[in-house]
Nanobody
Framework: QVQLVESGGDLVQPGGSLSLSCAAS????????MAWFRQAPGNQRDLVAK???????NYADSVKGRFTISRDNAKNTVSLRMNSLKPEDTAVYYC?????????WGQGTQVTVSS
């Protein structure tokens, strides 16, 4: 079955940087819009960034200028580079793949920003 496997979550100090990666299998990756969502305890799951099959990227206002999403269609991976991290960025980060009516989620990776 389809698998989205996230990696890279960690504990990082405020102001630090972290990169997340998501490896996809059993999908025609180049067709999918790929996205990163996050969910903090007690909150809903919110969109952080997405990148279309054509490479167009969009970001939540809260991360614009700090986070960068990218994709490698040859390796079936999508990455999220996070700079200038803040405590409010603490959450479980989920990878998402979407194409027409098909929608898949990864299992999530924990990012904690704390001193």
């Amino acid at each position: 079955q389809v698998q989205l496997v996230e990696s890279g979550g960690d504990l990082v100090q405020p102001g630090g940087s972290l990169s997340l990666s998501c490896a996809a299998s059993r999908i025609i990756f180049k067709l999918y819009t790929m996205a990163w969502f996050r969910q903090a305890p007690g909150n809903q799951r919110d969109l952080v960034a997405k990148i279309t099959s054509g490479g167009d990227a969009n970001y939540a206002d809260s991360v614009k200028g700090r986070f960068t999403i990218s994709r490698d269609n040859a390796k079936n991976t999508v990455s999220l580079r996070m700079n200038s991290l803040k405590p409010e960025d603490t959450a479980v980060y989920y990878c998402n793949a979407n194409w027409t009516t098909l929608n898949y989620w990864g299992q999530g990776t924990q990012v904690t920003v704390s001193s």
